[in-house]
């Protein structure tokens, strides 16, 4: 199962060689990860985050860059679950145009209080909705575009 | 042998948990390699790419954001090299105040024709500068500040 | 006749104050202009920029902040034209939530050669565009929603 | 009486233009308000929003950019004082290379308390720093090589 969208490379991405400046990368799969909380999770992420206190800090990825992006190109970012912690949650994350693979990147975030910076347990109903959000590719008569 | 400086944590780093928001220590990092270009390696890394048109892009890492940074704290960037291969640098990074580190990362960038984006041999200059970098370390009188 | 976009408030949009930090609404309202160039006007805003190598920088703004934006909340952005020069285009922007009127700023693009940064004359199917795009408003059936 | 600093226009700084994306200026200008706030004033930025809550956010603010500036240049930020009010600061900002001016500024503060975001008066002690930073251009033996 995968959570995916259209990401448009805008003029602001881009760097004097006229490619996407890596960082700018994280920020949109920064952006796809709300939107995953949002959309596919229906958790609402602002609310997670600004009205439970609950941080999302990512605390190790890995990544690599393998064909530039240009302004105005049209890709696709695509997360997927790969490990449920305690307290951690590993994404793995692509950027692609049509099936040329940009960027893979494997990210983890943990689960903190806000004001403190502590981890905490991925609360039970973030858990619950991330488990549906999985157990989703095991149905046999599941027809979400997105399936792999 | 390494290289480094001081980088302050500023207002437009940081996240609404008051931490730095991460993908701002991708971009404080290549301010370090940029550093690194003109003080470290007396190369002039403007000169290099807007002149010359060699680019650098980044086309892997690997990183451990292991505590936060928060606003107005003084930290310490440092770069080593890590290997250097035809067309590719590896360089080890790090984010620490003092002995505590905050962020470990690899970064693996590579020489390009800026304008077509193709891998180039990372020209004599640039090698001969890195390999003079790197041999202060095993000069036994050296006595800089900044070796390990 | 205007333009507008909901955009979301995103956690990079965000200061250590929970609301947006501003020189990110320069940046939204920077992809505000995109889409008008793309959507509103059918010109193609990265084909202007990349292969024909037309520049758009911005050359004047004056900017009222009235009311903090945060994480989480839709926004819309409109973009009204306010004066059309020989190579200069005034653009009234706002930001808006429902009545409530957030930012409103008045930016002044001009038209360059992108490689050399001299301004020339705004080409005449950009002008064209924009003409057509002007002439929208005094069509007395017209039906768009987007009418003020 | 004003405060300056250099700037190094970096790599991230710049649009595929080559030049600086302009909100990229208000970046830098916000850290140059945090090193007048540090070194010019010194009541040290963070200590003021993050440890008194005190927020600065900008209310207004006029901006003229008259010519482009380039990657791997040194330009000089200036900041002056324009006039306080009960809860507002308002500062004239400028970007130089030599004589050249690039950017000028008028950008309108206002103390608010961070975490409501209402208005407050200038506190106490912020108020006398800026009096006493203003009264250093009338004092007739002034040397200070940043005075006009």
Known sequence: MHF?????????????AGIVFFPQYFVMFNGLVEDWFDDGLGLGYANVVVQRR???PTVALKCDFQLPSRMGERV????ALQRLG?????????????????????????TTALDSGR????PDDVRAAI???ELAVDAPAASVGERR
């Open 4 to 16: 995916e969208r259209e990401q448009l490379i805008r003029f602001s991405h881009c760097d004097p």
């Open 86 to 110: 305690r307290s951690s949650i590993t994404l793995a994350l692509e950027c692609r145009r049509g099936d040329e693979v940009r960027v893979r990147l494997q990210q983890v975030l943990v």
């Open 54 to 56: 609950v941080g999302l």
């Open 131 to 133: 488990e549906r959000f």
């Open 119 to 122: 981890p905490i347990a991925i």
């Open 76 to 79: 696709r970012l695509r997360l």
